[in-house]
């Protein structure tokens, strides 16, 4: 079956830090790739996506690339900010799913102090 | 401004007791789902429904149910058959787009006494 693995956090850094979140993903054929943000109480947010190999996704100075050949999906940010912390989540949908049904990562926690 | 609602935010409930839990869209999706957030975990979903009229289980199914009437609206009962009922609760939904993209709710809280 489908299945996406992150880094388990918290992950705590200081601000204007470099932030690197692993994400790895088992799929058959070709899935989109996602990054969801969860901010305290409330829903998720897409914050990038990526729906083929080599394609980086990019957003409010985030970024992802999609490895095929690693099955990766790492997000960078090169200088959080206290906004910044949040639960970030990896997720895929593979193409030939019904409903197009997701799969996420267990989320990463990230904390940003000043 | 379009998107998703979810009411209530914050629910209380004694065991024993089904609770409805609202979600409503005006993006004009087709597909709706729920998934569930235990402290400190990922989402795992209940149901999800691709057209009006139908709905499948998720991975998750036993002791909730739903129904989706109207292409806005796809509520969630949980009942009393549920076993740990106290969870967040999101809705998402996602239109006609092939990348997979979900929109989601603000969440609603539930907590059993």
């Known amino acids: 079956g489908n299945s996406v693995t992150q880094m388990e956090g918290p992950v705590t850094l200081s601000e204007e830090a470099f932030l690197t979140i692993n994400c790895t993903y088992t799929a058959t054929g070709y899935p989109s790739l996602f990054w969801y943000v969860q901010y305290p109480g409330e829903g998720l947010q897409l914050l990038l996506k990526a729906t083929k190999a080599d394609d980086k996704g990019s957003n409010k100075g985030f970024e992802a690339t999609y490895r095929k050949e690693t099955t990766s999906f790492h997000l960078e940010k090169g200088s959080v900010q206290v906004s910044d912390s949040a639960v970030y989540f990896c997720a895929l949908s593979p193409r030939e799913a019904a409903g197009n049904k997701l799969t996420f990562g267990g989320g990463t926690r990230v904390l940003v102090k000043p | 401004d379009g998107g998703i609602t979810q009411s209530p935010k914050y629910l209380f409930r004694k065991e024993g007791q089904n609770v409805t839990l609202s979600c409503e869209q005006n993006l004009n999706h087709d597909a709706m789902y729920w998934y569930r957030q235990d402290p400190g975990q990922g989402l795992r979903l209940i149901y999800y429904?691709?057209?009006?009229?139908?709905?499948q289980k998720g991975d998750i199914a036993e002791g909730y149910s739903v129904s989706r009437e109207k292409k806005e609206s796809f509520p969630l009962t949980v009942t009393s058959a549920q076993k740990n009922p106290t969870a967040f609760y999101l809705c998402a939904s996602k239109g006609g787009a092939r990348t997979g993209e979900l929109f989601f709710g603000e969440g609603s809280r539930l907590t059993v006494l």
């Open positions: 429904s691709q057209i009006v009229n139908d709905f």
